[in-house]
């Protein structure tokens, strides 16, 4: 019996000792802007078009996507045929987007990312997100 108490007190002592030196991990650097202004998430879509870009349908484009609510940037490659657009999907969706690229006589494509292969991080995303999320919550600066 006595032997069982002190292991559940060492065993007390390295969960405690582990949670404090989280607590100080979390605390160590500063948060970043994003979580001292509580800003939103955004969004990216990248769309590939069906045919060359002139400079007036670059312009075009622009100047409707950025005429939308929820989009925080939208930049035209004319080289590529590809728009990039951040926004916030709160406000907009790609949906809304894409009407925006065939009300120009364009048949957009969204570019698919996870078709690219490469190096990959053999970390799952969920345990990372799982981290920065318990490190933003231990937070109290």
């Not at 925080?72 to 009407?99: I, W």
């Not at 292969?117 to 937070?139: H, R, S």
Request: with cysteine; proline share 5%.
């Amino acid at each position: 019996m006595q032997t069982l108490t002190k292991i559940f007190k060492v065993t007390s002592i390295v969960i405690l000792s582990l949670f404090v030196a989280f607590v100080v991990y979390a605390n160590w650097q500063e948060p970043p802007l994003s979580d001292r202004l509580n800003l939103k998430p955004i969004s990216l879509a990248v769309f590939n078009l069906d045919r060359d870009l002139s400079v007036q349908d670059s312009i075009n484009i622009a100047n409707k996507l950025s005429a939308n609510t929820g989009i925080t940037a939208a930049t035209v490659n004319r080289m590529g045929k590809t728009v990039s657009v951040t926004f916030h999907e709160d406000e907009t969706s790609e949906e809304a987007l894409t009407q925006v690229l065939t009300s120009e006589d364009f048949n957009p494509s969204k570019l698919d990312f996870t078709a690219f292969k490469g190096p990959q991080c053999p970390v799952p995303t969920e345990y990372i997100d799982f981290i920065l999320g318990a490190k933003k919550a231990l937070c109290f600066r």
